[in-house]
T-cell receptor, first 106, second 113 residues
Framework: KNEVEQSPQNLTAQEGEFITINCSYS?????LHWLQQHPGGGIVSLFM???GKKKHGRLIATINIQEKHSSLHITASHPRDSAVYIC????????FGEGTQLTVNP | DVKVTQSSRYLVKRTGEKVFLECVQD?????MFWYRQDPGLGLRLIYF???????EKGDIPEGYSVSREKKERFSLILESASTNQTSMYLC????????????FGDGTRLSIL
């Protein structure tokens, strides 16, 4: 069993839909990261959180430490949100989930 | 903005060759990392370094070595490339200060023929 599990593996949505990607982890953590990877490979850090909730534009990340669970929400999704979203846990050395491939159709 | 630059986007080499992948960061970060990314396996840590001339094995160090002679540069070396090392390789850097994210390069897609 992986230490970090994401669901779903693949997600297709229509433009404007509300999207949720989930991440569960089995180890104690100091921080949880949400990353975005566009086609071509570059990875961008979206959020780093250790408690509660963070919001940036249409993106919201939440974490429940007791349940060892985090969610990434995208409101009013857009085709440019199509990417792989990766959950990772740790402070300097990270353990990664396998990623969720999101496709948003116009 | 932090810039992490990998020397090549695409690289094709032959089995048995010695392969060097270079990574340079411009933000004076202490920590640098080399990952490989394969379908269905996600990102896996090969080696990391938390200071010049310091290195730590990650989860899959076999067949690889690293060099960090200067703070801004972290090199990954495939001593004798094999076909199972065909993969996407990503470099990242981060500050050693608490609560800092990693910054990634664009990746090198390496094919070993």
């Amino acid at each position: 069993k992986n230490e970090v599990e994401q669901s779903p593996q693949n997600l297709t949505a229509q433009e404007g839909e509300f999207i949720t990607i989930n991440c569960s982890y089995s180890v104690g953590i100091s921080a949880l990261h949400w990353l975005q990877q566009h086609p071509g490979g570059g990875i961008v850090s979206l959020f780093m959180l250790s408690s509660g909730k963070k919001k940036h534009g249409r993106l919201i990340a939440t974490i429940n430490i007791q349940e060892k669970h985090s969610s990434l929400h995208i409101t009013a999704s857009h085709p440019r949100d199509s990417a792989v979203y990766i959950c990772a846990v740790g402070s300097s050395r990270l353990t990664f989930g396998e990623g969720t491939q999101l496709t948003v159709n116009p | 903005d932090v810039k992490v630059t990998q020397s090549s986007r695409y690289l094709v080499k032959r089995t048995g060759e010695k392969v060097f992948l270079e990574c340079v960061q411009d933000m004076d970060h202490e920590n640098m990392f080399w990952y490989r990314q394969d379908p269905g396996l996600g990102l896996r840590l090969i080696y990391f370094s938390y200071d010049v001339k310091m290195k730590e094995k990650g989860d899959i160090p076999e067949g690889y070595s690293v060099s960090r002679e200067k703070k801004e540069r972290f090199s990954l070396i495939l001593e004798s490339a094999s076909t199972n090392q065909t993969s996407m390789y990503l470099c990242a850097s981060s500050s050693s200060s608490r609560g800092q994210p990693q910054h990634f390069g664009d990746g090198t897609r390496l094919s070993i023929l």
